[in-house]
């Protein structure tokens, strides 16, 4: 199956599509935290420095980007666990 073509986005494009845009979508937006390694925080606030944007906004697109795919049928890697129903 051929995957259609996605359109090209700065990141700044690319999160603004990614945030809230209503009052009722702004009263369900929230903060959270997620715990990443330092060298994990490093590397974005390098990714973020060459883009010229903030970490949170290349985070918002990160995931955005995440959503899209898993919702147009990309699943990420899994693994099968044998749990003892006991």
Do not use: C, W
């Not at 073509?5 to 935290?33: C, F, H, M, R, W």
């Not at 990443?36 to 990714?47: F, K, M, N, V």
């Not at 060459?50 to 290349?58: A, C, D, V």
């Amino acid at each position: 199956m051929a995957k259609k073509p996605t359109p090209k986005l700065n990141v700044q494009q690319a999160a603004d599509l990614y945030s809230p845009t209503t009052q009722a979508e702004e009263l369900k937006a929230g903060i959270i935290s997620v715990k990443l390694s330092g060298e994990e925080l490093h590397t974005l606030d390098g990714i973020a420095a060459e883009l010229h944007t903030s970490r949170s906004k290349l985070i918002r697109y990160a995931i955005g980007q995440f959503v899209e795919r898993y919702q147009a049928g990309e699943m990420p890697p899994t693994k099968t666990v044998t749990v003892a129903d006991i």
